[in-house]
């Protein structure tokens, strides 16, 4: 595609880094992953920081250290990747889908907390686009009901809420980060679980790397017993040095990435905002970092438009297509809002880098085709 619809912004900077680790010979787990945690917790806030191979482990060891287990369920909102589903299914659960709320396109707390059971033992919010979910709005929704609150950060690194980074203090019990190549940092591919407690951090490192205890693998042990570390089950989930290395790089940029993006959906706002045929989604982006340009076009448009822009080199796409709706989950369940919007929605291209004239092209491309069905619509209604 001419156009992708995300394309990771990285150089030579991080080509550089990536050569510091080579030079050192220690590309796994070591001293840049424990960097990078760092570089995280000083930029979020977060007391503790357990960067992982990629987001979807970061959302299944979170559910895992929240004690989400076989016969439990978790509620989950159907507009968002299907990780978050698989992640429930890998603690052994169920995911139970949830509307989202026309206005944010994040989950519907009254709708999320009308599904609660007795079973129900989590509750995954997405900030979907770079928005952050009301956890506030949805605990309130709960009342006292001990439901733990996993946030899904992957679209919103970078974004801010009451003028501070997405970070865990914000009444979820756990925020994931992806950083995988199209994220708003990359790490090539990557993850971070961010907690405010230090026993939940200490079982998510066990769990990262096959249950070791914390520190119980040592380079250079001293003595034989120093390596018996192995107190608990545990995956491999750890983030390399190599990865670590790029998300570094990246830091050292991250005003230049998250502004890129800021000044594209500013573009297509200014170009879009105003037409009555399209719906787009203005966000306030002195504190959001938009992943994703979500608009709405009428329905029956919409897959014509998609063949429009592939014709032109123009990747745009659905983000996402509903979870409730996937094979696998084949559920039942009736979700008005999200159904609706799913028929309509288009996303354009964004990310750091994409050119104006770019941005002019995909929306000349947009507008010719919505105009073509308009005068089809006139010539079939004459
Ligand atoms: C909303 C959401 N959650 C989770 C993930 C999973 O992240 P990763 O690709 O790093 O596993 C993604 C990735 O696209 C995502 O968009």
């Given at each position: 595609m001419r156009i992708p619809l995300s394309r990771p912004s990285i150089g030579l900077r991080e080509l550089a880094a990536v050569g510091q680790v080579f030079e050192t010979g220690w590309l796994g787990e070591g001293k840049w992953t424990a960097e990078f945690e760092a570089a995280i917790a000083d930029y979020t806030g977060a007391p503790h920081v357990v960067a992982v191979n990629t987001g979807t482990s970061a959302l299944h060891l979170a559910l895992d250290a929240c004690g989400v287990g076989p016969g439990d369920e978790v509620i989950v909102p159907t507009l968002t990747f299907v990780s978050d589903p698989m992640a429930v299914r890998m603690c052994g659960a169920t995911p139970v889908f949830a509307d989202i709320n026309p206005e944010t396109l994040t989950l519907d707390p009254a709708d999320a907390a009308s599904r609660v059971t007795d079973r129900t033992k989590a509750i995954l919010v997405t900030d979907y686009a770079g928005l952050p979910a009301d956890v506030h709005a949805l605990r309130r929704a709960l009342g006292d009901r001990p439901i733990a609150i996993v946030r899904d950060a992957a679209h919103s690194f970078g974004s801010a809420i009451d003028g501070r980074p997405v970070g865990v203090r914000d009444g979820e019990d756990a925020t994931c980060f992806s950083f995988d190549?199209?994220?708003?940092?990359?790490?090539?591919e990557g993850g971070a679980v961010l907690v405010c407690d230090a026993g939940r951090a200490e079982l998510l490192r066990e769990r990262r790397m096959?249950?070791?205890?914390?520190?119980?693998?040592?380079?250079?042990?001293?003595?034989?017993?120093?390596?018996?570390?192995?107190?608990g089950s545990g995956f491999r989930y750890h983030l390399s040095n190599i990865n670590a290395a790029i998300g570094l790089a990246q830091f050292s940029r991250l005003t230049e990435l998250l502004e890129g993006r800021r000044a594209v959906a500013r573009l297509y706002d200014g170009l879009?905002?105003?037409?009555?045929d399209l719906r787009t989604f203005r966000r306030d982006y002195s504190a959001v970092v938009p992943f994703i340009y979500p608009v709405l076009v009428p329905p029956q448009e919409r897959d014509a438009l998609l063949a429009r822009f592939a014709a032109a080199g123009i990747h745009a796409d659905l983000r996402y297509s509903l979870c409730h709706q996937e094979p696998l989950f084949g559920?039942?369940?009736?979700l008005g809002v999200a159904e609706q919007i799913a028929d309509s929605l288009v996303c354009l291209p964004i990310y750091a880098g994409l050119a104006e004239s770019q941005v002019r092209e995909v929306v000349s491309v947009l507008i010719a085709g919505l105009s073509s069905s308009t005068r089809a619509d006139a010539i079939a209604h004459a």
């Open positions: 190549p199209i994220k708003n940092l990359t790490c090539g096959l249950g070791f205890r914390a520190g119980a693998r040592r380079r250079t042990p001293t003595s034989a017993a120093e390596l018996r570390g192995v107190v879009l905002g105003h037409r009555n559920s039942a369940a009736t």
